[in-house]
Structures are given as structure tokens and as C-alpha cells.
């Protein structure tokens, strides 16, 4: 293979790991929004390597409370994890689960752990089948965000976004949308935004 094909083929790979973030991210937001997650001002980020991250309020497993509120809190969070994976996967089938979904895995890990005591009866399939048919109901509104992801300019990694480490690429560039951008998706769909 020449240098030519080379720098083609890396090319396509990294367009690939870029838009298969989005979809992801865009699975996470969607899932989210349409839950009543509030979202938060960072919006969505992915760089051009395959990381990314979407910025919205979810449970993180340790507050071992087993209120109702906590247990929804539980169930809608693990549904946007999810949502993220199937919507990924459903967009490109043949990415691999590998370190990229590690952080999202540790979070559904610890609140499954915590959702038994107080709800028996839910289980992780139960909650897989619900991003499922979520994600499935919903594509033209993933695939809709997440074109529009990708359609924002290449800019710069900012230094607050590096310093909170969801970027694993080298390159220190991203596509993003603010909040009030992601609001106005929504808006123009006729969805609120929390």
C-alpha cells in the first residue's frame, strides 16, 4: 500500500470513529431529552478520533437511597447509556465496545447493582429492550442530530474540554453544539428541552 492509500484509509477510518461517536453521543441526548433529563450548558463534543461525550444530568451509582425519585433516576440514566450503544451500533454495526464505552459500562454496572434492592422486577434486559424500542421509535431524531453534529466546523479542543479527559484522540480537535444549539434542534421538532 502506498502513502496515497495510506492517508485514504486513515482517513476513512477516522471519518468513520467521528461519526460513529456522534451517533452515540446523539443516542445518549436524544434518550435524555425525551426521559426529561435536564440538559446541560456544555451540549455534546465529539473529536475527531471516535470520543465524545453529551453533556446532560444523569444518576452516577454511590448514593445507595432507594427512594422512588432515586430508582427513576436509576432506570432513565441506564436507558441513556443504552440508547448511546444501540443507536452506535444500529448506525455502525461492526464498531467494537471496547475502552471508549468503559466509563458508561462502570456507571450501568454500579446502578443495576444499586436498582435491585428496590426494584426486584427490573432487570438489564428490561431496561436494554426499553432504550431499544426508544432508539428504534426515535431514529429520525438521532440520525437528525447527529447530522447536524457533524455538520458544525472542526474547531480547536478547548482547554477546559481537554482538562476533563473524555477526549482519548491526539489530534485536540472537535465538533460541538451548545446547549442552546441542542435546544433548538429540539425546538424545531417540537420537543422540550428540560
Keep these: ?9 486513515l482517513s476513512k477510518f477516522l471519518a468513520q470513529n467521528a461519526r460513529s461517536a456522534a451517533y452515540h453521543e446523539t443516542g445518549h441526548m436524544v434518550a435524555a431529552v425525551l426521559q426529561g433529563l435536564p440538559l446541560r450548558d ?11 461525550v453529551s453533556y ?7 448514593n445507595q437511597v432507594t427512594s422512588e425519585i432515586d430508582t427513576v433516576e436509576r432506570e432513565k440514566t441506564t436507558i441513556a447509556i443504552y440508547a448511546a450503544w444501540v443507536a452506535q451500533k444500529k448506525h455502525f454495526p461492526d464498531c467494537e465496545d471496547g475502552d471508549s464505552w468503559e466509563s458508561d459500562r462502570t ?12 426494584s ?3 432487570t438489564q434486559r428490561m431496561l436494554w429492550e426499553r432504550a431499544e424500542q426508544l432508539v428504534q421509535a426515535n431514529w429520525p431524531t438521532i440520525e437528525g442530530l447527529a447530522l447536524a453534529l457533524l455538520a458544525k466546523p472542526v474547531m480547536a479542543l478547548t482547554q477546559l474540554e481537554f482538562n476533563k479527559g473524555w477526549s482519548k484522540g491526539t489530534k485536540l480537535q472537535e465538533r460541538s453544539m451548545s ?14 428541552c428540560l
Design 107 to 118: 456507571v450501568v454496572t454500579g446502578l443495576l447493582r444499586e436498582l435491585k434492592p428496590a
Design 179 to 192: 446547549r442552546a444549539e441542542v435546544e433548538t434542534f429540539f425546538k424545531n421538532i417540537h420537543l422540550q
Design 1 to 9: 500500500m502506498d502513502l496515497i492509500q495510506q492517508e485514504n484509509s
Design 42 to 52: 456544555a451540549g455534546i463534543h465529539i473529536d475527531l478520533e471516535g470520543s465524545g
Design 56 to 62: 446532560y444530568c444523569h444518576r452516577l451509582p454511590g
Design 120 to 122: 426486584p422486577k427490573v
